[in-house]
């Protein structure tokens, strides 16, 4: 139990295009669900906390008209770089959370590997 | 002082060896502490979370927690070759506001050897 699909898996394209990544959780339903970059051998970094039908908690430093963030239903939440340069090459990760409000872990999508060109 | 240390290895070690992993902590309001295995390349496994102190046990893993050290390790017996990742420990404190966000580890690069 406890899936989350993240779709593409990897994007390469040119710079100034706008790419969408989803992220799904397959068996349980996500109040929140996160979105983390991770750079090369280092540790994931946070970039947003996003709540279904609220707008997502960008963390400082992280541009919210660039990482435009939806989360539409219980299961589904989008990442859309906006504009992407080569800058925003990087490996991002989204996490859900199930349902309820005490405690529950974080379950990982597989990453999707963004390459801008 | 970084709210969470993790010696980032790399370890490796022969294919049956005990491992052992570990995370120190800062932030005294942290309750929940996870382990996650990370394969090149992949997102995150959760292998196991606990609440507060003590002990948990899962298979080949055990998890420890001490709050009053500030200390979380997680061993491994008899280490398998597709044991070889990356284990980053996690830590959250309580929900409110927080949702309940984690504060990771750098993570240990681990390889077992056949």
């Known amino acids: 139990g406890a899936v989350v699909s993240q779709h593409p898996s990897r994007v390469i394209c040119k710079s100034g295009t706008s790419v969408k990544i989803e992220c799904r959780s397959l068996?349980?339903?996500?109040?929140?669900m996160f979105w983390y970059r991770q750079f090369p051998k280092q540790s994931l970094m946070l970039m947003a906390t996003?709540?279904?039908?609220?707008?997502?908690?960008?963390e400082q430093g992280v541009e919210k008209d660039k990482f435009l963030i939806n989360h539409a239903s219980l299961t589904l939440s989008t990442l859309t770089v906006t504009s992407a340069h080569p800058e925003d090459s990087s490996f991002y990760i989204c996490?859900?959370?199930?349902?309820?409000?005490?405690?529950?872990?974080?379950?990982f999508g597989d990453g999707t590997r963004l390459s801008i060109l | 002082q970084k709210e969470v240390e993790q010696d980032p290895g790399p370890l490796s070690v022969p294919e049956g060896a005990i491992v052992s992993l570990n995370c120190t902590y800062s932030n005294s309001a942290f309750q929940y502490f996870m382990w996650y295995r990370q394969y090149s390349r992949k997102g995150p496994e959760l292998l196991m979370y606990t609440y507060s102190s003590g002990n948990k046990e899962d298979g080949r893993f055990t998890a420890q927690v001490d709050k009053s050290s500030k200390y979380i390790s997680l061993f491994i017996r008899d280490s398998q070759p597709s044991d070889s990742a990356t284990y980053l420990c996690?830590?959250?404190?309580?929900?409110?506001?927080?949702?309940?966000?984690?504060?990771f580890g750098k993570g240990t690069l681990l390889t077992v050897n056949p």
């Open positions: 068996d349980f339903q996500a109040t929140t």
């Open positions: 996490s859900a959370r199930e349902i309820g409000g005490s405690f529950k872990p974080q379950h």
């Open positions: 996003s709540n279904e039908g609220s707008k997502a908690t960008y």
């Open positions: 996690a830590m959250s404190a309580s929900g409110g506001g927080s949702n309940y966000k984690l504060t």
